[in-house]
């Protein structure tokens, strides 16, 4: 193979203001792999502050345990046996979760503050996160310790960022969350006893990367830190001064640095929440930039693979005679699935076009494989990692996703050799450390393979086969989700929801609100509150939930099919979980997979319809002001929208991806849509979606039990009602009066 002249210095792909937001310098930079080496960093990083802590995140978990020493490491577990030992690890363990390390470095440190910012994350998440979040940090911590939520985003958005910024001094960045199911070593072993989340409960393997930075690099971190507080707070904090940043050095003492005097760029996107504010899309314009200056080599870690523009590119070089080699890595399957049927139909359907278009055999999409998990557990890439040439790396908070180009609030960190010898040494011994972990070698021998070959295809292929191993990405989805892929890409938007483009204003004096008893109303209230909180207290205290969260279900389904009560009582439990604001989808899918669909549908929808009507009444007696706290402010312009064309609307909504299904709900009440109308547009709406998810659950039923063939029918019918739907959406006729989006011009 002819190498190229990889010494020369070539065009920066780091241009301020297009392909990033600024570049900084940094003394040191540190590659951080994995949750054992980034959780030590940071807590060692915590307790050396002084002046002021960010933490910016998609979710946080006070009980999280930052520092988990191998009890059979140096004596320590002898040693933990005696008085002493006990005492000492009884206040270890005080102070190596979250909470407690914030907690005990704000007593002895009058001066520090921490402020702690959260994504204000849409209820469907709430069973997966620790509940009451504001209680668990708010009164329950230091007064120097703030916790806010963040919903300052656009419709549909989550706030995706990753941050920790200690003293504008030191930063870290990157696709790790200070939360539960983070934590792992690197040899990722299927037994490891210290993989455990606050409840004590087992999780499956995990991969990730931060990033660590200093000097300016850093500051210019907190001021993105700041900016955030202050637009979700309308707090401003000022920044540490630079005479008490330069006397502060909370650089963790064991972390060497990979790198030195470097130059950082910093790269966002983030879509304005009003009107007359431009996009900011350095994440997408960066990875453009970064993809076309390919020579050699692409390696890229990343837990998705759907973005299409990101496709695109990868098209367009391997179309080249002699265009780059390109290595993919990411997880066997996406986790959970639902994910598996959205997310992971969309990564196939472009696996499948990328593969084909490898025509030169210089594409690798690989996952990494570990001896002993079996096929129902996967090691969980969720590394954002891209590797050019030994020129640029680029660690961050952003997927290959259609939501991280353009929706999602994200941060990524770059850099560029520049010519320099010691920043190749160090991009190329970055990528190397990645692929041995994988391919369970040292990587010295990986640099040595790839130094013989010239090829990082040929290194990988060369060096598989072991107990760790990296293997081709093999289709798991199936047909039926590839037929569907056009209603899947809601899963994955491009842009905010363009509903407006669809809905007309609406004109507030056309609806007055009926005029009903306060006391009756608040009795109703009371009611469907008390209902709503009792089912989800059910639902995350009881047996239920880990019942419904498990395989023993599936056999429980017998009964529900068997029982002639069995609908009806599927039918109160789907009401009763929907109001308690269990995502709808998995509802219905579970409906689906307990009664089948002939059964399961019409439960599903009469479920779905008396749940909305539950949440409309809801909503329409509530105050504006206390659904505007539910649903966000953001929803306002839905709210104006959705009373003017009630049927089509409420449909809509129901199709388009804008808010979870109780959300929307109290929004259409409160905006006094038609209860008639609201009803009709969800039973519309939700139709072609629960047929594809109760066929698709009952698919994977039959799968179990052998016998598919009647499957094939519902799959038909699935499909053709998506084809009906897709097609009745493209005639609809587009208002002259419709407005595009604030968020997406």
């Known amino acids: 193979?002819?190498?190229?002249?990889?010494?020369?210095?070539?065009?920066?792909?780091l241009r301020p203001g297009e392909t990033c937001w600024r570049v900084e310098r940094a003394a040191r930079v540190a590659f951080l792999i994995d949750g054992e080496a980034y959780f030590a960093a940071v807590a060692e990083a915590l307790e050396r502050a002084r002046h002021g802590v960010w933490l910016i995140g998609w979710d946080?978990?006070?009980?999280?345990?930052?520092?988990?020493?191998?009890?059979?490491?140096?004596?320590?577990?002898?040693?933990?046996?005696?008085?002493?030992?006990a005492g000492a690890a009884e206040r270890e363990a005080r102070t190596e979760d979250l909470v407690g390390l914030l907690e005990a470095t704000v007593r002895r440190r009058p001066s520090l503050d921490v402020r702690v910012l959260a994504w204000d994350y849409a209820m469907l998440y709430a069973l997966e996160r620790e509940l009451l979040p504001l209680v668990q940090f708010g009164a329950k911590t230091h007064r120097r310790i703030h916790f806010r939520m963040d919903d300052t985003h656009a419709l549909g958005a989550s706030q995706h960022q990753k941050i920790v910024v200690v003293d504008d001094a030191v930063a870290f960045v990157g696709g790790f969350d200070l939360t539960a199911h983070r934590w792992d070593t690197r040899a990722h072993a299927p037994d490891e006893p210290r993989r455990v989340t606050p409840a004590g409960e087992t999780y499956q393997p995990f991969h990730d990367v931060q990033i660590a930075v200093d000097g300016d690099a850093a500051a210019a971190l907190g001021e993105l830190a700041r900016s955030r507080w202050s637009r979700a707070t309308g707090e401003r904090v000022p920044p540490v001064s630079p005479t008490a940043a330069a006397a502060s050095d909370p650089w963790p003492a064991r972390l060497e640095p990979d790198a030195r005097d470097v130059r950082i760029g910093i790269a966002r996107t983030r879509i304005p929440t009003q009107a007359g504010r431009p996009e900011i899309r350095e994440v997408e314009a960066l990875y453009g930039a970064s993809l076309a200056a390919a020579r050699?080599?692409?390696?890229?870690?990343?837990?998705?693979?759907?973005?299409?523009?990101?496709?695109?590119?990868?098209?367009?070089?391997?179309?080249?005679?002699?265009?780059?080699?390109i290595v993919i890595v990411g997880p066997r399957r996406n986790d959970g699935w639902l994910e598996r049927g959205s997310m992971g139909a969309l990564r196939e359907r472009l696996i499948a076009r990328l593969r084909q278009a490898d025509r030169h055999d210089r594409l690798r999409l690989l996952h990494p494989h570990v001896e002993g998990l079996g096929e129902d557990r996967i090691l969980n890439v969720h590394a954002k990692v891209m590797v050019i040439d030994d020129d640029f790396v680029r660690v961050g908070s952003s997927n290959l996703s259609n939501r991280s180009l353009g929706l999602d609030t994200e941060c990524d960190l770059?850099?560029?050799?520049?010519?320099?010898?010691?920043?190749?040494?160090a991009i190329a011994a970055f990528r190397n450390d990645l692929i041995a972990e994988h391919l369970g070698r040292r990587p010295g021998i990986v640099?040595?393979?790839l130094r013989e070959t010239g090829s990082l295809v040929a290194t990988i292929d060369a060096l598989s086969g072991g107990p760790r191993d990296l293997r081709p990405i093999e289709p798991e989805v199936g047909a039926w989700a590839a037929?569907?892929?056009?209603?899947?890409?809601?899963?994955?938007?491009e842009h905010p929801a363009p509903l407006e483009q669809l809905l007309v204003r609406f004109d507030e004096d056309r609806l007055p609100a009926p005029r009903r008893s306060r006391r009756r109303l608040m009795l109703e209230l009371a009611l469907v509150v008390a209902a709503a909180g009792g089912a989800a207290l059910l639902f995350r205290f009881t047996p239920i939930g880990d019942w419904l969260a498990s395989a023993d279900w599936l056999r429980a389904s017998a009964f529900l099919r068997e029982s002639r009560f069995g609908p009806l009582v599927a039918l109160l439990g789907f009401v009763l979980a929907a109001v308690a604001f269990v995502p709808v989808m998995a509802l219905t899918a579970a409906a689906g997979l307990a009664l089948g669909p002939a059964i399961g549908l019409p439960v599903a929808l009469i479920g779905s319809t008396l749940a909305a009507a539950v949440g409309h009444r809801v909503g329409a007696h509530l105050w504006r002001d206390s659904v505007r706290r539910v649903a966000g402010a953001r929803l306002d312009d839905l709210s104006r929208r959705l009373a003017r064309r009630g049927v089509l609307s409420s449909t809509l909504v129901r199709i388009v991806p804008i808010a979870p299904f109780m959300v929307v709900n109290l929004v259409a009440g409160a905006s006094h849509v038609r209860l008639r109308d609201f009803l009709i547009g969800t039973l519309i709406g939700m139709l072609p979606g629960a047929l594809v998810l109760v066929v698709a659950a009952d698919w994977t039923r039959l799968v179990f039990t052998d016998a598919k063939d009647a499957s094939r029918v519902w799959i038909a019918l699935a499909l053709l009602a998506l084809v009906g739907l897709v097609a009745a959406l493209r005639r609809l006729p587009r208002p002259d009066r419709a407005r595009p989006m604030d968020d997406a011009r």
């Open 60 to 85: 946080f978990h006070t009980s999280v345990r930052l520092r988990r020493p191998d009890p059979g490491a140096d004596g320590r577990a002898a040693q933990g046996s005696s008085d002493a030992g």
């Open 296 to 325: 050699r080599w692409i390696y890229v870690e990343n837990q998705y693979l759907t973005a299409a523009r990101i496709g695109e590119w990868l098209l367009a070089r391997l179309g080249e005679p002699e265009g780059p080699e």
């Open 1 to 13: 193979m002819q190498h190229h002249d990889e010494a020369r210095e070539r065009e920066s792909v």
């Open 447 to 449: 640099a040595e393979v």
């Open 414 to 425: 770059a850099f560029e050799s520049a010519g320099r010898a010691d920043l190749r040494r």
């Open 483 to 493: 037929g569907a892929v056009d209603v899947l890409r809601a899963a994955d938007p």
